[in-house]
Protein backbone atom coordinates (compact mmCIF):
# COMPACT_ATOMS: atom_id res chain seq x y z
CA UNK A 1 0.00 0.00 0.00
CA UNK A 2 2.92 2.66 0.80
CA UNK A 3 4.50 1.89 -2.47
CA UNK A 4 1.49 2.39 -4.69
CA UNK A 5 0.59 5.17 -2.34
CA UNK A 6 4.05 6.88 -3.48
CA UNK A 7 3.49 6.05 -7.35
CA UNK A 8 0.14 7.73 -7.62
CA UNK A 9 1.32 10.74 -5.39
CA UNK A 10 4.30 10.94 -7.81
CA UNK A 11 2.30 10.41 -10.92
CA UNK A 12 0.02 12.92 -9.87
CA UNK A 13 3.10 15.46 -9.27
CA UNK A 14 4.33 15.04 -12.27
CA UNK A 15 1.37 15.50 -14.23
CA UNK A 16 -0.42 18.61 -12.27
CA UNK A 17 2.85 19.98 -13.08
CA UNK A 18 2.73 19.73 -16.67
CA UNK A 19 -0.73 21.01 -16.36
CA UNK A 20 0.43 24.41 -14.96
CA UNK A 21 3.45 25.27 -16.21
CA UNK A 22 1.69 27.24 -18.83
CA UNK A 23 -0.11 29.33 -15.90
CA UNK A 24 3.08 29.68 -14.02
CA UNK A 25 5.35 30.91 -16.81
CA UNK A 26 2.22 33.46 -17.70
CA UNK A 27 1.84 34.49 -14.20
CA UNK A 28 6.03 34.72 -13.86
CA UNK A 29 6.76 36.54 -16.65
CA UNK A 30 3.55 38.93 -15.91
CA UNK A 31 5.12 39.69 -13.05
CA UNK A 32 8.31 40.44 -14.89
CA UNK A 33 6.63 43.15 -17.01
CA UNK A 34 5.01 44.91 -13.91
CA UNK A 35 8.24 45.36 -12.58
CA UNK A 36 10.28 46.23 -15.41
CA UNK A 37 7.82 48.07 -17.62
CA UNK A 38 8.88 49.09 -21.07
CA UNK A 39 7.99 51.80 -23.13
CA UNK A 40 8.45 50.11 -26.54
CA UNK A 41 5.07 48.79 -26.80
CA UNK A 42 2.55 50.66 -29.31
CA UNK A 43 1.80 53.82 -28.46
CA UNK A 44 -1.68 54.79 -26.88
CA UNK A 45 -4.29 56.01 -29.18
CA UNK A 46 -7.62 55.51 -30.82
CA UNK A 47 -6.87 52.48 -33.44
CA UNK A 48 -10.32 53.52 -34.92
CA UNK A 49 -13.94 54.55 -33.98
CA UNK A 50 -17.31 53.99 -35.17
CA UNK A 51 -20.85 55.18 -34.46
CA UNK A 52 -24.14 52.61 -33.89
CA UNK A 53 -27.48 54.40 -34.25
CA UNK A 54 -31.13 53.24 -32.77
CA UNK A 55 -29.87 51.11 -30.13
CA UNK A 56 -32.25 49.27 -27.46
CA UNK A 57 -31.86 51.20 -24.40
CA UNK A 58 -33.29 49.56 -21.08
CA UNK A 59 -35.74 52.50 -19.71
CA UNK A 60 -34.07 52.64 -15.97
CA UNK A 61 -30.78 52.25 -17.34
CA UNK A 62 -29.64 55.28 -15.04
CA UNK A 63 -31.01 54.52 -12.02
CA UNK A 64 -29.66 51.25 -11.95
CA UNK A 65 -26.10 50.68 -10.36
CA UNK A 66 -23.80 47.73 -9.74
CA UNK A 67 -24.22 44.37 -11.40
CA UNK A 68 -27.78 45.16 -12.07
CA UNK A 69 -26.25 48.18 -14.77
CA UNK A 70 -23.53 45.96 -15.87
CA UNK A 71 -26.39 43.31 -16.91
CA UNK A 72 -27.95 46.14 -18.51
CA UNK A 73 -25.17 47.38 -20.22
CA UNK A 74 -24.35 43.78 -21.39
CA UNK A 75 -27.43 44.19 -24.03
CA UNK A 76 -25.99 47.38 -25.29
CA UNK A 77 -22.48 45.88 -26.09
CA UNK A 78 -23.74 42.88 -27.34
CA UNK A 79 -25.98 44.78 -30.12
CA UNK A 80 -22.94 47.17 -31.00
CA UNK A 81 -20.82 44.31 -31.56
CA UNK A 82 -18.66 44.85 -28.55
CA UNK A 83 -17.51 42.01 -26.61
CA UNK A 84 -15.05 42.10 -23.46
CA UNK A 85 -14.91 42.64 -19.56
CA UNK A 86 -16.49 46.14 -18.27
CA UNK A 87 -13.69 47.59 -16.10
CA UNK A 88 -16.39 50.21 -14.89
CA UNK A 89 -19.16 52.33 -16.08
CA UNK A 90 -18.76 56.25 -15.99
CA UNK A 91 -22.16 57.87 -15.39
CA UNK A 92 -22.41 61.82 -16.26
CA UNK A 93 -26.28 62.27 -15.29
CA UNK A 94 -26.42 66.29 -16.28
CA UNK A 95 -25.32 64.63 -19.73
CA UNK A 96 -27.56 61.36 -19.86
CA UNK A 97 -24.32 59.82 -20.97
CA UNK A 98 -22.56 56.85 -20.27
CA UNK A 99 -18.67 56.08 -20.35
CA UNK A 100 -18.04 52.06 -20.70
CA UNK A 101 -14.45 51.39 -20.92
CA UNK A 102 -14.02 47.37 -22.25
CA UNK A 103 -11.38 45.30 -22.13
CA UNK A 104 -9.55 42.04 -23.83
CA UNK A 105 -5.98 41.14 -23.70
CA UNK A 106 -4.64 43.43 -26.23
CA UNK A 107 -7.28 45.45 -26.82
CA UNK A 108 -9.04 48.46 -25.25
CA UNK A 109 -12.83 49.64 -26.33
CA UNK A 110 -14.10 52.45 -25.12
CA UNK A 111 -18.38 53.01 -25.78
CA UNK A 112 -19.35 56.41 -24.90
CA UNK A 113 -23.52 55.91 -24.65
CA UNK A 114 -25.73 58.46 -25.19
CA UNK A 115 -29.01 57.64 -23.66
CA UNK A 116 -31.48 60.00 -25.25
CA UNK A 117 -29.97 59.78 -28.56
CA UNK A 118 -29.50 55.87 -28.68
CA UNK A 119 -26.53 56.45 -29.98
CA UNK A 120 -23.05 54.55 -29.52
CA UNK A 121 -19.57 56.17 -30.28
CA UNK A 122 -16.85 52.93 -30.40
CA UNK A 123 -13.01 53.61 -30.04
CA UNK A 124 -10.52 51.10 -30.31
CA UNK A 125 -7.05 51.00 -29.45
CA UNK A 126 -4.52 48.38 -29.13
CA UNK A 127 -2.42 48.00 -25.60
CA UNK A 128 -0.06 45.41 -26.80
CA UNK A 129 0.94 42.20 -25.42
CA UNK A 130 2.80 43.45 -22.02
CA UNK A 131 -0.11 45.10 -21.10
CA UNK A 132 -2.27 41.94 -21.95
CA UNK A 133 0.09 39.94 -19.54
CA UNK A 134 -1.22 42.40 -17.08
CA UNK A 135 -4.18 42.42 -17.67
CA UNK A 136 -4.34 38.51 -17.21
CA UNK A 137 -2.25 39.09 -14.25
CA UNK A 138 -4.68 41.20 -12.09
CA UNK A 139 -7.82 39.63 -13.18
CA UNK A 140 -9.46 38.25 -11.25
CA UNK A 141 -8.37 41.07 -8.73
CA UNK A 142 -10.25 42.70 -5.26
CA UNK A 143 -10.97 45.89 -7.38
CA UNK A 144 -14.58 46.42 -8.43
CA UNK A 145 -15.46 42.84 -7.27
CA UNK A 146 -19.17 43.03 -7.23
CA UNK A 147 -19.28 43.88 -11.25
CA UNK A 148 -15.38 42.15 -12.22
CA UNK A 149 -16.14 38.46 -14.11
CA UNK A 150 -18.52 39.81 -16.21
CA UNK A 151 -17.44 37.89 -19.28
CA UNK A 152 -17.71 34.44 -19.96
CA UNK A 153 -13.75 34.06 -20.93
CA UNK A 154 -12.52 36.51 -17.93
CA UNK A 155 -14.47 33.95 -16.04
CA UNK A 156 -13.16 30.84 -17.21
CA UNK A 157 -9.57 32.17 -16.36
CA UNK A 158 -10.38 33.29 -12.96
CA UNK A 159 -11.08 29.20 -12.43
CA UNK A 160 -8.15 28.58 -14.26
CA UNK A 161 -6.61 31.11 -12.00
CA UNK A 162 -8.06 29.13 -9.03
CA UNK A 163 -7.23 25.70 -10.09
CA UNK A 164 -3.72 26.80 -10.49
CA UNK A 165 -3.50 27.98 -6.95
CA UNK A 166 -5.08 24.90 -5.72
CA UNK A 167 -2.59 22.52 -7.60
CA UNK A 168 0.53 24.97 -6.68
CA UNK A 169 -0.46 23.56 -3.12
CA UNK A 170 -1.03 20.08 -4.08
CA UNK A 171 2.87 19.68 -5.79
CA UNK A 172 4.13 21.96 -3.21
CA UNK A 173 2.56 19.45 -0.29
CA UNK A 174 3.20 16.40 -2.42
CA UNK A 175 6.99 17.26 -3.10
CA UNK A 176 7.81 17.76 0.06
CA UNK A 177 5.72 13.83 0.63
CA UNK A 178 7.76 12.66 -2.75
CA UNK A 179 11.22 13.94 -0.47
CA UNK A 180 10.47 12.44 2.79
CA UNK A 181 10.22 9.30 1.41
CA UNK A 182 13.99 9.71 -0.60
CA UNK A 183 15.98 9.21 2.25
CA UNK A 184 19.45 10.08 -0.08
CA UNK A 185 17.87 13.21 -0.58
CA UNK A 186 16.88 14.35 2.67
CA UNK A 187 20.24 16.18 3.72
CA UNK A 188 20.45 18.15 0.61
CA UNK A 189 16.48 19.25 0.97
CA UNK A 190 17.22 20.24 4.53
CA UNK A 191 19.65 22.55 3.53
CA UNK A 192 17.30 23.70 0.66
CA UNK A 193 14.38 24.62 2.92
CA UNK A 194 16.45 26.35 5.63
CA UNK A 195 17.95 28.58 2.70
CA UNK A 196 14.62 28.95 1.23
CA UNK A 197 13.05 30.12 4.79
CA UNK A 198 16.01 32.80 5.54
CA UNK A 199 15.82 34.28 1.99
CA UNK A 200 12.10 34.48 2.62
CA UNK A 201 12.12 35.95 6.13
CA UNK A 202 15.42 38.27 5.33
CA UNK A 203 13.09 40.06 2.79
CA UNK A 204 10.38 40.29 4.93
CA UNK A 205 12.51 42.12 7.36
CA UNK A 206 13.72 44.54 5.07
CA UNK A 207 10.73 45.39 3.84
CA UNK A 208 8.85 45.78 7.17
CA UNK A 209 11.92 47.27 9.03
Given at each position: ?152 PMRVWRWLA ?38 FFGVVYALV?
Amino acid sequence: MPRRFYLFTRDLHLYAGLFISPFVLLFAFSVFVLVHPSNRGPSPGAAGTASVKNLSVPPNLETLSGRARVDAVRTILDQAGVHGEIGFIRHFPLQHRLSIPVSVPGRETTLDLDIGARLATISRRETGISDALILLHKSPGPHLADIRMNWLPMRVWRWLADATVYLLLFITASGIYLWTVLRSERRTGVALLIAGALSFFGVVYALVA
